[in-house]
């Protein structure tokens, strides 16, 4: 087909007359038609012509620039290039510092990610600090704290647990149908009172060895279990506060504690300092050292300090005449308490027991164990002042307001180191105790009840005849 195939016929007799055709035949057709005039781009170049790559002159603007214009898209990169994903760039650069800042931490293969290649469709991802509100800050990955781990899971998101990081395992609490083995228990409760009866015959020395060596022992399963668990407490620091605490206790007073205490942290804290990195997680392993010191060593002490009061000396009373049995009676009528209260929210809980106390921390404690317990717990005092067992608290009132004291401690003892055991997602913190558990799982209502009893023992001064 040729052009003047395309051009537009001419009118024929009898037909309408609808004006001049759109395009003139000739350069000097006056007829009218479309036309360009002189401020326009000019005439059109022929279609067989190459292009010639001129810019048309309607984009070309000679007046100035308007404020307003918003055509530089690129003016708010400061006059920076664009650098397209398919050109190579000369200087690749790092604006972020992403590539320091991941060598600083350490790769675990030994290799760095580089990031400037990277494909920029995908973001970059922002990893939270090490310790980040709601989430566990031993992990340097954002998690809820209450996670349920997998069996057998022996690393976290293919990687191996680093140092300072709990391992999450299955949880491992009894369910309610597990039943404690009672013969066991009952006996091995009998020898424990047997030991302690005979320790407290003999000498308030003897006494003190015995807490000691149980607040020891209660140590190293407490760093154990922990360490078990992924943390890296300064261990032997530990032990060894949690041992030296109750004797300078006896020999010192209540003003040795504090001491102590600061010399533990500064020891603690001086072996963070000597790690080789912050993968050493110095906050939380020092948090958790601090926590057994604080918690088994700190409060053990107190039955050092009630058993100063056997010592004869240094604790003036009204009549000026002190029994050396004041503290190992003291300690005496704990135990019973104690004792007494276990046994009594285990039978009646377990008979009656239906409303949890804290599901979430032990769904096998009940509000009507803690009932019976408390029920207990006063019933045995009352029978001590009745058969005049007691040669410090010898009245009723005293006695019952023991007995009330021990019931509230006890219990709340004994819920810290259940939830402690379910953040920990273990059943017990040992097996040395048959039937009972670990040393800590036998002695954890002590713990609470013996600073509360100490200084009811101050206030009260029931040995002093009223």
Request: charged share 20%; proline share 8%; hydrophobic share 40%.
């Amino acid at each position: 087909m040729t052009d003047d195939s395309r051009r537009p016929r001419r009118q024929q007799e009898g037909e309408e007359n609808f004006g001049p055709p759109l395009f003139a035949e000739t350069d000097d057709d006056e007829s009218g038609g479309l036309s360009f005039g002189a401020s326009d781009t000019g005439p059109l170049p022929h279609w067989t012509e190459p292009p010639t790559g001129e810019m048309p002159r309607t984009l070309i603007s000679t007046s100035p620039p308007d404020s307003t214009d918003d055509l530089d898209v690129w003016s708010s990169f400061a006059g920076k290039a664009p650098v397209w994903r398919d050109d190579q760039p000369i200087d690749p650069h790092d604006e972020t510092n992403e590539v320091e800042r991941v060598a600083s931490l350490g790769h675990p293969t030994g290799e760095v990610e580089d990031v400037t290649n990277r494909d920029d469709s995908i973001p970059l991802r922002r990893e939270p600090g090490r310790i980040t509100i709601g989430t566990d800050p031993t992990d340097d990955r954002s998690r809820p704290i209450p996670r349920k781990g997998r069996p057998g899971e022996p690393t976290r998101g293919g990687r191996p647990a680093r140092s300072g990081t709990p391992a999450r395992t299955t949880p491992t609490h009894p369910a309610k149908s597990s039943a404690r083995d009672m013969p066991t228990a009952v006996g091995m409760g009998l020898l424990l009172a047997v030991v302690f009866l005979i320790a407290v015959v003999v000498s308030p020395k003897l006494v003190l060895i015995v807490a000691i060596l149980v607040l020891g022992l209660g140590a190293v399963e407490y760093f154990d279990k922990v360490t078990e668990k992924g943390y890296r407490p300064a261990t032997v620091i530990g032990i060894v506060a949690c041992v030296a605490l109750p004797v300078a206790a006896y020999w010192a007073g209540e003003q040795a504690l504090p001491l102590l205490l600061v010399v533990a942290f500064v020891a603690g804290a001086m072996t963070f300092i000597g790690a080789n990195s912050l993968e050493a997680a110095p906050m939380p392993n020092m948090a958790i050292t601090m926590l057994g010191v604080a918690w088994i060593g700190y409060l053990g002490s107190y039955a050092a300090l009630i058993l100063r009061y056997s010592k004869g000396f240094g604790f003036p009373v009204a009549s000026g005449i002190i029994s050396h049995s004041i503290g190992t009676d003291t300690l005496c009528l704990l135990a019973i308490g104690v004792v007494a209260n276990d046994i009594g929210a285990l039978v009646l809980g377990s008979a009656a027991g239906k409303t949890p106390l804290r599901s979430w921390i032990s769904p096998n404690k009940s509000i009507e164990g803690l009932f019976g317990g408390t029920v207990a717990t006063i019933l045995a005092m009352v029978i001590v002042g009745l058969t005049n067992r007691s040669t410090t608290w010898n009245s009723a009132g005293d006695l019952i307001v023991l007995g009330i004291v021990i019931s509230i401690m006890a219990p709340l003892g004994d819920l810290t180191e259940s939830m402690f055991k379910r953040n920990l997602d273990i059943k017990d913190f040992g097996t040395l105790v048959r039937g009972h558990g670990g040393v800590l799982d036998r002695f954890d209502g002590f713990l609470f009840a013996l600073p509360a009893v100490y200084y009811l023992l101050q206030f009260m001064q029931p040995w002093v005849t009223k």
